[in-house]
């Protein structure tokens, strides 16, 4: 490997769901896997993405009558809230994906995304597709972790609503999601990427964002879209409806990332 720094004060990216984020605010990000740990741009949100798709397929399928009664009464009384209270404890398992900013404290070294490039084209993998593995002893600690971004989070009256604004804000979040499924699908560059989302929408990040601290985490998780068991479930599943038909439109298959 080729030996490739990135210098203190660098800013990365890293993605993840929204169940970790307390044990992140303990323990930060472990240098645990073989290859390190993964940071990007636009990477970190396909690693959202993917673990958020492999986290909606496990409930639906670990819970697939009471999940089908759920979807069944969305559809019969739309817009209304389902009274379920079984929904409860399947809803603890639900996470909606993340995207933690850091800034490093220290120098790092970053090994490749061969995934992108060979093995010793490091700086390659940076430079050109913002995706490696970074390297340190204590791996990335909570006070590197300065923000985290997520979607519009979405209510009932929203849903029930044609076209809504928020709906259309979650629409554009998932988005930049496929944003980071086609620099891996496809292998598009992600600065095309993000220069074109840039220009259509004026950001680069999901939409909403808050502090990465003990105070904002409890803020996040009472949001009534968190802590109400039927909302946090609507919401995975119309991020996850949005994927599906956005990656579907890319010629992407989610199974089969």
Known sequence: MN????AAGSVVKFGTLSTQLYP?????????DAKGIMIGELMASFSAARQFFE???????????IMGRFVQALQEQRGEKPQMPELEAISLTAGIPVVLEIVLGEDCLLSADTHF????????????WRSGYLHHANGIPPSWIRQFYFPRLLDYRDVNTARSQRSMEQTTDAALMIGG?????????PADLLNAFKKQYGRINFSQNLPFDETSLERFFNLNAMIDPATRLLNQMT???DMDALAKKQGIALSQL
């Open 3 to 6: 030996e490739f720094k990135l």
């Open 24 to 32: 992140l605010l303990r323990n930060g990000v472990s240098d645990t």
């Open 55 to 65: 986290n909606t397929s496990q409930v639906h399928q670990a819970h697939e009558a």
């Open 117 to 128: 490039v060979a093995d010793g084209e490091v700086e390659k993998s940076w430079k050109l």
């Open 181 to 189: 499924l086609m620099q891996f699908w496809h292998k598009d560059t």
């Open 239 to 241: 991020l996850w409806q």
